[in-house]
């Protein structure tokens, strides 16, 4: 079975940049979340999906960060104008079910923002 | 809000040395806890979880026990091995939600 892929694994901008994150989670898979994970910290939630529907987005900075899953299977994380601020791993994870099963997370995309 | 405490940042021993990482956290209900492990350069990988108050999860030798007086589920290993040198993360998920409130993570560096 097939893991979590990302791509692209890697991210170099200058602030005020636009970059986009892609995430094909496991088949079968109705739940996919996006986590931003700063150096040396642990991943933190910005956005989660059950199939198409956004669930919890409180997290994501809604003036410069977007989050799609248009047919509930792949997802686009954006970010519109980037900061120094925004350097860290974004993580993409998928899981079957609610909150209380395992979450299966890709590589990563770890983005520097100069 | 929901959070997870982890009080040793860094761990480091020699092979076969005994294990413990505590975790304690704070949420209403009753969470279901969960431990993950990140190797560098790679994603968090779930280790077990336990749901219920004196539930025990294990996985590849390592366990941990839901104590909700205690309100802990420490990480505990037997005899390390140079291989389980990693990132360890404690987590929770409050009642029916499906979002993982993280630690701040335990890098753990073992010793041939």
């Known amino acids: 079975e097939a893991g979590v892929t990302q791509s692209p694994r890697y991210a170099v901008l200058q602030e005020g940049q636009a970059v986009s994150f892609w995430c094909d989670p496991i088949s079968g898979h109705d739940t996919l979340y996006w986590y931003q994970q700063p150096r040396d910290q642990g991943p933190q939630l910005l956005v989660y999906?059950?199939?198409?529907?956004?669930?919890?987005n409180s997290q994501l900075p809604s003036d410069r960060f977007s989050a799609v899953r248009p047919k509930g299977t792949n997802s686009t994380l954006k970010i519109q104008s980037a900061k120094q601020g925004d350097t860290a791993t974004y993580l993409c994870?998928?899981?079957f079910g609610g909150g209380k099963y395992e979450q299966y997370f890709g590589p990563g995309t770890r983005l520097t923002v100069l | 809000g929901d959070s997870v405490t982890q009080t040793e940042g860094q761990v480091a021993l020699s092979e076969e040395d005994f294990l413990t990482i505590h975790c304690n956290y704070s949420a209403s209900g009753y969470p279901a806890l969960f431990w993950y492990v990140q190797y560098p350069g790679e994603g968090p990988q779930f280790l077990f979880r336990a749901s219920r108050d004196k539930e025990k999860g294990s996985s590849r030798g390592f366990e941990a026990t839901y104590n909700k007086e205690a309100t802990s589920f420490h990480l505990q290993k037997a005899s390390v091995q140079e291989s389980d040198s990693a990132v360890y993360y404690c987590?929770?998920?409050?009642?029916?939600?499906?979002?993982?409130?993280f630690g701040g993570g335990t890098r753990l560096t073992v010793r041939p």
């Open positions: 999906f059950r199939d198409e529907a956004v669930i919890d």
């Open positions: 987590a929770l998920s409050a009642n029916a939600g499906a979002k993982l409130t």
């Open positions: 994870a998928s899981s």
